[in-house]
């Protein structure tokens, strides 16, 4: 459960080869990420914790580490929480000084997302869905976003980001 009272559910992707993940839709936060090193000895490469609690804890959210976790709906700092598109100045939230750093106080890391797992031939995976509403943190236009996690049978983790949005 989030602190507002949402309730947030980890995933646990597993290949045939071994490799497996774990992730929440509270932010898209990879919890776990197991690989095999040379000798085939699987490890944790993921830095974070080990359970949703940690990652909505005040002292954590004050630090801004953001471990795992999808960010957005911008990656990095808007100077001045400013920007102008087409001669239209928008101004968002502030929350790194005078600046705006990865979506404001309420980034996609702070979302419940929308969550399918999936097989695919000899992939794994999970979809996350999110529509962030017109005016969201200052940004212009709904912003419909779909992110991918592929576990695959070569080891690999791939990512796939897509979003459309209804205005520039």
């Excluded at 197991?34 to 630090?63: C, I, M, N, W």
């Amino acid at each position: 459960m989030t602190p507002t009272g949402d309730s947030v559910d980890v995933y646990t992707l597993t290949t045939d080869t071994g490799m497996s993940m774990r992730v929440t839709n509270y932010g898209g936060i990879i919890l776990s990420l197991q690989v095999p090193d040379r000798e085939g000895t699987f490890e944790d490469v993921v830095l974070g914790f080990d359970s949703v609690e940690a990652y909505t804890r005040k002292a954590y959210r004050a630090a801004n580490p953001y471990f795992g976790a999808l960010i957005g709906r911008y990656g990095n700092r808007i100077d001045e929480g400013q920007f102008s598109i087409d001669g239209q100045t928008y101004t968002l939230e502030t929350n790194n000084g005078p600046n705006h750093l990865h979506g404001g106080t309420k980034g996609f890391d702070q979302v419940v997302w929308k969550a399918e797992s999936f097989r695919r031939g000899d992939s794994v995976g999970v979809v996350l869905t999110h529509a962030s509403p017109d005016g969201q943190g200052g940004y212009p236009g709904r912003l419909n976003v779909e992110v991918t996690y592929s576990l695959t049978p070569d080891n690999e983790l791939a990512i796939d980001y897509r979003a459309t949005t209804t205005e520039t």
